[in-house]
């Protein structure tokens, strides 16, 4: 159930219908985004007894009410709701889209009267006539559907199909002296002499209608409720010789009740008494039916006019207004009949009047849709907005028939329309203003970042002489650590060579080798870090190297150091300077130990890892894909905040002078 159909409201049948059905799986999606035009349309259809029908959106999505059910039956019913017009209708779809397709391209309503339309019903194709006529619905100023009201007309039709043969059948009557039958009346004798035909339509023996029977037995027929007035009839034809015209209903024995027509003629005598009436009798109950059928159409049309908000009215060709729906009259506060012709601009506004008049005389001069909008007085006496819209009925050679037109309130659209219009103006000057408070923020930021920018450069330029001092420094003492020792080594073996003494001389050497070597170290860092050293990237098998420098870290670390590696299987090959990711290693290795004075466990572990967008995005200079993650973890004294926030900076270290530039990693 799509639980945004709960403003529709009643509707019998159908409206439970469309409450029930699935909206969210057709192109007009669910009923809770419907536009209020759709809404406000359906719940006018679906509570209103005439026959009607919607077809909305692009896809003309049908809708219609019970009445309209009950007429077209199966098998459109229930299988029409929901789908579309085109794909719905394809045997009847060329004889009504002409109307659509004008009503969709906003060339206003249409009427078609007694429209020969076949319609599929039970499972036969039955002949039907229709009065329909299609009205555009307005959605926010465009046209979302199309609102059809219709009423089959085929028993009126064929009634009036019949009535005109029957019309026919009882002109040759007339001529040739009666088709039912002529009657004789013998007053003074009180016989009536009539043939079979007559005699059978009066249920009275043929045979003594022929030798004469007594009025009464053919009076005996007539209905009770018509027997007085013709009798009265009678009474005044015998009275004064003259005509008898009357038609009136005979009862038959099985119930079936039959209209005649009765003309006929009364002669007196010399002395002014009934002599002969004698005349003939046609069968009018065709025609009778039809008239009476015809009159309830009419009602049931009025009656539907006149249940509707819509003011419903209609014209001659020319223009002359002869008909009103009530909600007109209970709208206008007018007296029934009152503004026939033209009396109707006498209710419109003074400034709108001209306006609205030129345009319905521009219609009726060149057959165009009429459309204004003007002022209306009300039974109050004060004036609303009303839209007028009117459509002419056409006749097969093109000839306009009727004029149809409807008149809708809308007060409460024009308000909107001045809210929407002032606010409009006052959003643009908001606008405005917020414009230029933005642009001013934005002058005072722009300045603010520049002032911002030259202090950072202040800043980064103080860093940067910090830095270079913190790097000669710290290269100052290890040069000069490494030069003290070459020199006392070289001392040594030149006072054991001037004493003539030569052992020791190669433990001495390899001290000052040593030494050289450590400086060489400290250059090769040096070049690294401002990148003139040429690195020499090749494909490593990480696993490989952290065996092979598993001993001398042991070594480094010392006996008091448990050392653990795990690498995991099946680890990706990876791209690097294998003799800095060892330098990179090692370094780490010794801060490990010097962080562990009383000893403790060290772990060099390496695994596979893949960092996605998200993750690579929070890195500095980090792109998203496959890397070889390695940890080194100790169970040292740790860092502490001071020492973490720094331990990236460039030549920072914690070790003493002389003990370490902070260019390890």
């Known amino acids: 159930m799509d639980r945004g159909c709960n403003f529709l409201a009643g509707g019998g049948e159908m409206g439970a219908l469309i409450r029930a059905f699935d909206w969210a799986a057709t192109p007009l999606g669910p009923a809770s985004a419907w536009p209020q035009a759709l809404r406000t349309t359906l719940r006018l259809m679906l509570n209103t007894r005439h026959p009607m029908f919607l077809w909305w959106g692009p896809e003309l999505i049908q809708f219609y009410n ?7 039956g199966s098998p459109y019913h229930p299988h029409a709701l929901g789908r579309g017009g085109r794909d719905f209708l394809p045997q009847v779809w060329d004889g009504i889209i002409p109307g659509i397709e004008q009503v969709l391209a906003g060339r206003g309503a249409t009427w078609q009267e007694n429209q020969h339309i076949p319609i599929m019903r039970n499972g036969r194709i039955d002949d039907a ?22 009423t089959e007309t085929t028993r009126q039709v064929l009634t009036e199909q019949r009535l005109r043969a029957a019309e026919e059948r009882n002109q040759l009557a007339l ?33 003594r209608a022929e030798a004469g029977a007594p009025v009464a037995e053919f009076v005996a027929a007539i209905h009770p409720e018509d027997r007085e007035r013709v009798a009265e009839a009678i009474g005044q034809a015998t009275a004064a010789g003259g005509n008898f015209d009357q038609e009136y209903r005979l009862v038959r024995s099985d119930g079936s009740v039959l209209w005649v027509s009765a003309r006929g003629h009364c002669r007196l005598d010399e002395e002014g008494r009934p002599l002969r009436f004698s005349g003939i009798l046609v069968d009018v109950t065709e025609r009778r039916l039809a008239e009476d059928a015809l009159r309830a159409s009419e009602a049931k049309f009025q009656a539907i006019a006149d249940s509707i908000d819509h003011m419903i009215w209609a014209t001659r060709p020319d223009g002359y207004h002869d008909y009103y729906n009530q909600r007109w009259y209970d709208f206008t506060g007018a007296a029934i009949g009152s503004t026939f012709g033209e009396a109707w601009n006498g209710l419109l506004h003074p400034d709108d009047e001209e306006q609205a008049r030129s345009i319905w005389r521009h219609s009726l001069r060149t057959g165009n849709p009429f459309r204004a909008e003007f002022r209306l007085r009300t039974r109050s006496g004060a004036f609303r907005w009303v839209l007028a819209r009117a459509h002419a009925a056409r006749d097969r050679q093109g000839r306009i028939t009727r004029w149809f037109g409807t008149c809708t309130e809308i007060q409460e659209i024009i308000e909107a329309r001045e809210v929407l219009a002032h606010s409009r103006h006052e959003l643009a000057r908001l606008v405005a203003d917020r414009t230029a408070e933005l642009r001013a923020a934005n002058d005072r930021l722009m300045k603010e970042a520049a002032e911002r920018e030259r202090a950072e450069d202040a800043l980064r330029q103080s860093q940067k002489m910090e830095a270079v001092g913190q790097l000669t420094g710290g290269i100052a003492h290890d040069f000069n650590n490494l030069l003290a020792g070459i020199a006392g080594s070289l001392e040594l073996i030149q006072t054991r060579i001037a004493q003539g003494r030569t052992e020791n001389l190669e433990r001495y050497l390899s001290a000052a080798m040593g030494s050289a070597q450590r400086a060489s170290a400290l250059t090769h860092r040096l070049l690294a870090f401002s990148r003139r050293q040429t ?15 598993e001993e001398l870290i042991r070594r480094s670390a010392g006996p008091q150091i448990s050392l653990e590696t795990v690498a995991a299987p099946d680890l990706w090959t990876v791209l690097c300077d ?17 962080a562990m004075p009383d000893g403790g466990l060290l772990t060099v572990e390496a695994a596979n890892a893949w960092l996605d967008e998200a993750y690579a995005a929070r890195q500095a200079d980090l792109a998203p894909g496959a890397y070889v993650v390695i940890s080194i973890t100790d169970t040292g004294a740790g860092m502490s905040a001071d020492v973490i926030g720094r331990a990236f900076e460039p030549f920072f270290t914690t070790k003493p002078i002389g003990q370490g530039t902070g260019l390890g990693l």
Request: glycine share 10%; hydrophobic share 45%.
């Open 66 to 72: 019970d009445a309209l059910k009950d007429i077209i």
């Open 578 to 594: 294998p003799n800095q990711l060892e330098s990179a290693l090692l370094n780490l290795a010794i801060n490990a130990r010097d």
């Open 175 to 207: 001529e040739a002296e009666g088709v039912v039958g002529t009657w004789m009346w013998d007053v003074p004798a009180d016989r009536v002499y009539a043939g079979a035909r007559f005699a059978h339509v009066y249920e009275v023996d043929p045979a």
């Open 129 to 150: 006539w229709w009065t329909y006529g299609y009205t555009p619905v307005d959605d926010e100023g465009q046209i979302g559907g199309v609102l059809g009201i219709c």
């Open 535 to 549: 690195l020499d990237p090749r494909p490593t098998r990480v696993e490989r190297l952290i065996a092979g420098m």
